[in-house]
């Protein structure tokens, strides 16, 4: 072999090497950088779309942030009953039993009273609004400074948007119509509803049909049309009423153990939280997608009777609402700070939706 050859060999191999380690520095660097292996449990069942499989849902979530960090977060993903009962997750990530829980903020009620702000208000916000206040009205930095006495952090992770009011056996004609009813209904709007009479049960999603089919409870709240009419709440009672006064939106909880968060890297933290916050877009999105075809099929073809609350009610439940909210404000003192923040932003909102949204609206 010439020399000349020889030097033009040598010098193309140690260019593949260099080449080698200009062109595959991220691959490196990204094979030397810590992983981690979190598990996930969840307040409701296997299979349910939103809450725990579907665009937006918590195993969707898993989904992305593995692919978003290249594999180094990975996160297993358990539904009610499958490693822990379905309302024990704050206590098994508060404890470090599981890094993460997917729930509402308002089954923590009994622990933290404020904690049902996060969720949704009677008479409070819409989406636009509570997205507004926790994104860039202090309401998440309120959030984390009622988790942190837990060593627990929270961000949204999904949403509903507005909800029905519920299912009901009979109609419900008049305010006397509630009184000694037995009803499923969660959160801030269970305290309402227990002024007029009603006799409030907590139920998860799994147990609501079975519940309002023997007649244990004779009406039940869940979302809307998709998701109850899955759970078949139709086929145990005809009675759909609307309004949205209870829950005008629905924001559910990524909780996450505040040691694990501040073990992850900042590039981790930030894919968390954009993973937590596109489900709250998608799983939006698809609820407004498929609400509308759900509730056609119920009343066309189920003899499902949809038609809104009776003023005289909503007018009652309002004066209820504003009493019991400002009960559970003077009760405690991390209620009324996160209750006068947002009463304030809610009275900013509603000035300028009065004058955006509302008029839009009423076109139609």
């Not at 080698?20 to 449990?41: C, H, L, V």
């Not at 049309?225 to 209870?246: E, N, S, V």
């Amino acid at each position: 072999m010439s020399m000349k050859r020889r030097n033009f060999i040598t010098a193309a191999l140690a260019s593949t090497a260099v080449g080698a380690t200009i062109g595959a520095p991220a691959i490196a660097r990204a094979a030397d950088k810590e992983s981690f292996n979190f598990k996930m449990t969840n307040a409701y069942p296997p299979g349910a779309p939103f809450y725990v499989q579907g665009p937006g849902s918590p195993m969707d979530f898993c989904d992305k942030v593995k692919a978003m960090s290249g594999g180094r977060v990975n996160i297993q993903h358990f539904a009610a009953g499958e490693l822990i009962p379905a309302m024990e997750g704050f206590n098994a990530v508060a404890g470090g039993m599981v890094e993460m829980n997917a729930a509402n903020a308002y089954f923590w009620a009994g622990k933290i009273p404020a904690a049902q702000y996060f969720t949704t208000v009677p008479f409070g916000m819409n989406t636009q609004g509570m997205a507004a206040w926790l994104y860039h009205g202090g309401g998440l930095e309120l959030w984390h400074e009622l988790y942190e006495p837990y060593g627990l952090i929270a961000f949204p992770m999904g949403n509903t948007g507005v909800q029905m009011t519920g299912w009901f056996r009979k109609p419900v004609e008049s305010v006397a119509d509630l009184n000694g009813l037995k009803m499923r209904i969660p959160g801030l709007a269970g305290k309402v509803y227990s002024e007029l009479g009603v006799s409030v049960r907590l139920l998860p999603g799994g147990e609501i049909f079975p519940a309002l089919e023997r007649g244990v409870i004779d009406a039940a709240e869940f979302v809307g049309p998709f998701q109850d009419r899955r759970l078949g709440l139709h086929k145990a009672a005809k009675y759909y009423y609307t309004t949205g006064w209870h829950e005008p939106t629905n924001f559910t909880e990524l909780l996450i153990n505040k040691k694990t968060w501040d073990s992850l890297p900042k590039e981790l933290q930030m894919i968390i939280q954009i993973a937590a916050q596109s489900s709250v877009t998608d799983s939006l999105s698809w609820s407004e997608a498929v609400n509308a075809d759900a509730l056609a099929d119920l009343v066309e073809n189920e003899g499902v009777i949809a038609q809104p609350l009776p003023t005289a009610i909503v007018d009652r439940l309002k004066e209820a609402t504003f009493d019991t909210l400002e009960t559970l404000a003077s009760s405690d003192p991390q209620a009324r700070k996160v209750h006068d923040s947002f009463m304030a932003f809610r009275k900013k909102h509603a000035s300028w939706a009065a004058l955006s949204e509302k008029p839009f609206l009423n076109l139609s």
